[in-house]
């Protein structure tokens, strides 16, 4: 918006007995002077000849004002203009051309900004201060980021596998009992680590993905758990697995941390390798488990900063094919371990509340850019 400012100049009243004439209230500078009662002399009347008598005819000091006004009220105008061509009290600075239309109507142009003030850093419409780029990874065009609402996971399923359980200790006989993975059999569940002072692989697990569930929520998807800390020991690792394949789950990620070297840190991905044996076939499941596996790496390393593994995996990535809850999954699924629980930082990482929020938030934004993005 272009605002306009309105200049008036000022009237004069006649001066008082022992005083000068003082100003009152303005007038339009181009107004005609029309105070002056109706049989005032003309201001254009010339003055009387040499030869006229001795005692000249006196003005009025109201004539005299009115002359006086008429005379310099073009001249005020005119110091008016040439004023206003280098700039009012509201521009600071001359337009050497018109302001380029903004992109919103709102958005004041500079002859709005009132008083020169100094410049904040990273103002958008201050070309010495151009709006800082955004950080990469992350960026607008990144496909491993999808931008979300509170309707972005409308209508899509999501399965979240806290790894473990805290009970399972006192339940040894159950977890050790062998199931079916399709090409081998394996203890239904195990314990888990822990940190060195005590914090459990299913107390971090649980965490995370309550935290998780929280995120995707708010976006609007169904979120099943395959538990909630809700039963004594388990389940078993087939159970984990077609828990997300009864909820025709469109994703699944089972949440661990690893008990590594204590020497070694940092956080990796596994997907399931090709598996068609007994009751186990990955066929249709390896390749969207392996996007979705890259964008968990990529969402889960932008917000957590944990580095990938250096003990294990590859820049972070991992296939296998000895784990229940990949070989019998029937939608795409992959694991993480979010870091090696013995080692000493990895450890101080995960028992931080704090962290662990920005650990849900990798997983969640990564599920969410695997559902909304192709």
Known sequence: MTRTTRHRAARTEPAGPTGPARPTDPVDAAAPANDAPDNAPDSDTPDAPDDAPATPRRRSPLLRTV???????PLGLAGWLGWQAVGGP????????????????DTPGPADTGPATAPTAGAATDPAFPAPAPTAPGAPNDPT????????????????????NTGSFAHTAEINRKVDIGNARKECDTTGTSTNAGY???????????????ILAARGATVVLVHDGDRPWGPCIDERARA??????????SVHGDGGPASGSG??????????????????????????????????????????ADYTASQGLDTRSDLGGLNLSTVPKVFIECGNMRNPADARRMTDPQW??????????????FLTTR
């Open 200 to 214: 459990t692989e299913a107390e971090y697990s649980l965490d995370v993905v309550r935290r998780t569930r929280a």
């Open 145 to 164: 980021v999808a931008p979300t609402t509170a309707t972005t996971l409308a209508g899509r399923t999501v399965l979240l596998d806290p790894g473990h």
């Open 90 to 105: 509201d521009r600071g600075t001359p337009d050497a051309a018109p302001a380029p239309a903004a992109t919103s109507t």
């Open 67 to 73: 002359t006086a006004a008429a005379v310099l009220a």
């Open 244 to 253: 997300g394949n009864t909820a025709h789950a469109d994703a699944a990620v």
């Open 356 to 369: 662990r929020q920005q650990a849900a938030q990798g997983i969640a934004d990564a599920l969410t850019a």
């Open 267 to 308: 956080f990796h991905v596994i997907m399931p390798a090709k598996v068609v044996a007994g009751k186990a076939n990955t066929s249709a499941i390896v390749d969207p488990s392996h996007r979705l596996g890259l964008l968990l790496r990529e969402n889960f390393h932008r917000a957590t900063g944990e580095p990938y």
